[in-house]
C-alpha cells in the first residue's frame, strides 16, 4: 500500500463534482481540491482510469503525487501549519 496525495485543479463545476465523487471512493479529503487516498497497485490503477474518464484534458489538471510506502515515509510526509491533518489509518481487513 501507498500513500498519494490527489489534488485537482477543474474550472467546471460538473467535472469538478464528479473528480470529487471519485476521489471520495477511494480516500479522503483533505482540504477543498486535495485528498489523501491510501491504495495498493490496483486500486491506483483503478483510480487513474476513473480520473481520466472523468475530466478534459485539454482543460483539466489532477495531480496525483506517490508520497511512499504506507508503512514507511509515506505517513510522515504530510506536514500541517494551522488545523492539524488525520491521514487515513491503516487496517487490516479480514473478510
Known amino acids: 500500500?501507498?500513500?498519494?496525495?490527489?489534488?485537482?485543479?477543474?474550472a467546471d463545476d460538473k467535472r469538478r463534482?464528479?473528480?470529487?465523487a471519485v476521489l471520495s471512493g477511494y480516500g479522503q479529503r483533505l482540504?477543498?481540491?486535495?485528498f489523501v487516498v491510501l491504495a495498493s497497485a490496483t486500486q491506483h490503477a483503478r483510480?487513474?482510469?476513473e480520473l481520466q474518464?472523468?475530466?478534459?484534458?485539454?482543460?483539466?489538471q489532477v495531480l496525483l503525487v506517490d508520497l511512499g510506502p504506507a508503512d514507511g515515509r509515506g505517513s510522515e510526509s504530510v506536514e500541517s501549519?494551522?488545523?492539524?491533518?488525520?491521514l487515513p489509518d491503516r487496517r487490516?481487513?479480514?473478510?
Open 81 to 86: 501549519l494551522g488545523l492539524p491533518v488525520s
Open 31 to 34: 482540504q477543498f481540491s486535495v
Open 53 to 60: 474518464d472523468a475530466l478534459d484534458a485539454d482543460s483539466d
Open 92 to 95: 487490516a481487513i479480514i473478510v
Open 47 to 49: 483510480l487513474r482510469g
Open 1 to 10: 500500500m501507498r500513500l498519494f496525495l490527489v489534488s485537482y485543479d477543474v
Open 17 to 20: 463534482a464528479r473528480i470529487a
